[in-house]
């Protein structure tokens, strides 16, 4: 029997030409995971899992898995801001979750997701930082988040942000009290004080492939291909906390108002299926 | 408090200084008392575990005026970076690389947009080819509703939300985009249509100075 | 990795042959320094250097911390010469060259180690709250010669820089906001001055203030750091060729007079930077009036 010379194994085609391989199946209204353009992976959300932490969550959005535990302590403040205390939020991409990532310092992706995080937080004024205030001046606690992704095919901005804002929301800290006499703080056995959130923002994650077609919730492979990402992110009110758009080729208002249209339905989703996780 | 003395709407002075140190290309660009020099560097000689086969490797790094470089400045290497890749014609430099610096002269607020404006004049400074221009300007919603563009620091301490775009010469699409704060979908696209305008006067600068700069 | 083309044996011997008669490349003689500018302001702490074709910015600033333990009575001074690609190409970041080290070094030896700024006047509460201040300095041109121009941008913005009032009544501490209240300069002991000297074959031939090319051919160099006390504050001759002592006493003497013209034009353009910020505050009163 001879073989066709010309005609490729879908895997080779996948591998040599990865934007015609994605291309032929947009063509046809779907993606290479059975998805339409417009639909998102299973998300599912675990709260307080970690019991060494002061809160935790575990977030996985299809494969892409995130683990996000809060730890407190207690810090001086600054000097300008003697009733704040501080949110530090970090994600480690090592690794583990996958092979693009090499061991050592924080690399840039990882970096630039801890400084959108970290914006996010301060922006949306997420928590009133005076609430972590113990004595004026002198303590305050300090919560540092710290995300880690475990199993990484895409979208993890999504998942980091759903993780970070559902373990701020199971957060348990002791009471504490500043002695005067003996100039250290102390706090009880039982955890019993939890964060109020002051705003609750979710994000949601467009690809745009050819400059026209949104790909929602991108994997591994769409992201790498694509080169360009939107992110928008609302809260529970509907109001804007943050657009980021980098890369690629120019694109539209329309894509714009797309994008913002899909992310106000999604966050209706989102918020049921972190209420269905407690 | 001293207020604006500007209209919400006008940009500040814009100068621009081409060839300000020696590389192969080079600029400074001002918005008013913002000062970024950005340095292009290529297409040179690449390491061989950052070569690329098809096209020219791009490196960016970003130096603030004040302390060591932070995740702050890593995010705005990856801004500038994915902006400039796309409109740099790098297939036709393979196996080389483009090295872009930026340096923070004097920062007065929108220090981001002076930034991608400085790599913009500096890449076509140094003979890159590319195929479209990125600008960039930014402009902020203040606490009364307001939409101030080219913000000062001081105004953007207080602001409400601060959006940073970039657009494109030919199609003014968007390149890049990035909005933080608390804002509505109306304020938003105010302030692209509002930032838009502005960056048609950037371009137009631009193309003066080079105008000036042949003759 | 871009390395930087070594000189041809040409361009050596031409050099070379320029010092027998006393000519350098760009028609200065042996002792002559390049032209200096130093640009201060617009705000306070920010110096730009151009000696000839090399480039340096100096930004000074200033915040409240914790002094150090064995040292509650003082603030702190620190410095950051990071090299940039910029004006070191094939430089890699976050890994220090050669000359990166040797750079800190020399400033650090000239500034920090000698006291030039007075560091206990930086103290607010012993054992509570200092001031930090930290000099950033940014090279942005090579064109030779990088440490002179540093320290000339180092000092000039430690002179020009201004930091914010601090009042203390007993355990009260108030910071006064810099359009509240003037900010008050840095108490600084002495002003040392770097002078850096190239020498060439074995010893007969030297140069004051080095061009790049100048430098690519030397056999040995030697830097002296005087004050405006006349002191010797560094004095570094790391390996190369050996001198006698006589070419080191008429070194330090030539030294001595580059470092008063330096200082001139430090002074010159602390009195511009003056004048043009009385201008601008009186251009401020009229418009708001």
């Known amino acids: ?278 | 408090m001293a207020s604006r003395k500007r209209p919400p709407s006008k940009i500040r002075t814009i100068s621009i200084e081409p060839n300000y140190v020696n590389r192969d290309g080079s600029a400074l660009f001002k918005f008013g008392d913002s000062a970024v020099v950005c340095s292009v560097n290529g297409p040179t000689e690449v390491k061989l575990r950052d070569e690329k086969v098809d096209k020219a490797t791009i490196d960016v790094i970003f130096k603030p005026l004040v302390g060591l470089p932070g995740t702050k400045d890593k995010t705005h290497e990856y801004i500038i970076r994915s902006t400039v890749e796309s409109v740099i014609k790098s297939n036709l430099y393979p196996r080389t690389l483009i090295q872009i610096v930026c340096q923070v002269m004097m920062d007065d607020g929108n220090i981001l947009a002076t930034a991608i404006n400085a790599t913009t004049y500096a890449l076509m400074n140094a003979g890159v080819e590319m195929k479209d221009i990125a600008v960039a300007v930014a402009c902020i919603v203040n606490k009364d509703g307001n939409i101030l563009i080219d913000p000062e620091l001081r105004e953007i301490e207080k602001a409400q939300s601060y959006h940073t775009f970039a657009f494109s010469k030919t199609s003014f699409g968007l390149l890049f985009c990035e909005s933080t704060g608390l804002f509505t979908e109306e304020q938003y696209f105010e302030c692209y249509a509002i930032c838009k305008i502005a960056a048609q006067e950037i371009i137009d600068k631009i193309r003066m100075k080079i105008q000036l700069d042949l003759t | 990795m871009v390395k930087e083309l070594e000189l041809s044996t040409n361009e050596k011997e031409l050099i070379i042959s320029g010092l027998k008669e006393g000519i350098r490349l760009d028609g200065r003689g042996i002792d002559d320094f390049r032209s200096l500018k130093i640009t201060l302001g617009p705000e306070y702490g920010r110096s730009e250097v151009k000696l000839g074709d090399t480039k340096v910015l100096a930004k000074v600033s200033c915040e409240v911390a914790r002094p150090y333990p064995d040292r509650p009575n003082e603030g702190m001074l620190t410095l950051n010469t990071e090299l940039s690609p910029m004006a070191f190409a094939g430089l890699e970041p976050g890994r220090p060259s050669e000359e990166e080290v040797l750079v800190s070094r020399i400033l650090e030896k000239a500034i920090k180690i000698n006291r030039a700024v007075d560091v206990e006047g930086l103290c607010i509460v012993a054992n509570e709250l200092a001031w930090s201040i930290h000099v950033d300095v940014h090279f942005l041109d090579n064109d030779g010669n990088i440490i002179d121009a540093a320290c000339i941008a180092a000092i000039s913005a430690l002179s020009h820089f201004r930091r914010p009032d601090v009042t203390v009544i007993g355990e009260d501490v108030t910071i006064h906001p810099v359009d509240q209240r003037n900010p008050v300069p840095l108490s600084i002991h002495h002003t040392p001055i770097c002078v850096t000297f190239a020498f060439f074959e074995n010893g007969d031939l030297w140069v004051v203030d080095p061009s790049l090319k100048e430098e690519q051919i030397r056999r040995g160099d030697m830097i002296i750091a005087i004050n405006n006390h006349k002191e010797i504050c560094v004095l570094s001759k790391a390996g190369g060729l050996p001198l006698e002592m006589l070419t080191i006493i008429q070194c330090s003497k030539l030294a001595a007079s580059k470092v008063d013209w330096v200082r001139e034009k430090i002074q010159d353009a602390i009195a511009n930077a003056a004048e043009v910020e009385k201008r601008k505050t009186l251009r401020e009163i009229i418009i708001d009036d």
């Not at chain 1, 895409?154 to 804002?165: F, Q, T």
């Open chain 1, 1 to 278: 029997m001879v073989k066709n010379s010309l005609a490729f194994e879908a895997e080779t085609f996948r591998k040599i030409q990865p934007q015609e391989y994605l291309r032929r199946f947009i063509q046809g209204n779907i993606r290479p995971d059975g998805r339409s353009l417009s639909q998102f992976r299973p998300t599912t959300v675990n709260q307080s899992c970690i019991t060494t932490t002061n809160g935790s969550s575990m977030v996985r959005i299809g494969n892409t898995t995130v683990v996000c535990g809060i730890k407190a302590e207690v810090a001086t403040p600054k000097f300008n801001s003697p009733l704040e205390g501080y949110l530090v939020p970090n994600i480690d991409l090592s690794p583990i979750c996958s092979p693009k990532f090499k061991p050592g310092p924080p690399g840039e992706l990882a970096q630039v997701l801890s400084e959108n995080l970290n914006n996010l937080l301060k922006s949306a004024s997420v928590l009133d930082l005076t609430s972590l205030c113990i004595k004026e001046g002198i303590a305050v606690w300090v919560l540092y988040i710290d995300l880690v992704c475990v199993n990484y095919d895409g979208n993890i901005y999504d998942a980091s942000v759903i993780g970070m804002i559902t373990a701020l929301t199971n957060v348990k800290l002791p009471e504490a009290t500043f002695e005067e006499s003996s100039g250290l703080v102390k706090a009880t056995e039982e955890l019993s004080v939890t964060l109020k959130l002051q705003r609750i923002p979710y994000s949601v994650t467009v690809a745009l492939f050819d400059g026209q077609h949104l790909l929602v919730d991108p994997t591994e492979v769409e992201e790498s291909i694509t080169s360009e990402q939107i992110t928008i992110v609302f809260d529970e009110v509907g109001q804007l906390c943050s657009i980021w758009k980098v890369g690629g080729l120019p694109s539209s208002p329309e894509h714009l108002k797309q994008c913002m249209n899909i992310a106000r339905e999604r966050y209706k989703q989102i918020s049921m299926i972190v209420k269905s996780s407690i």
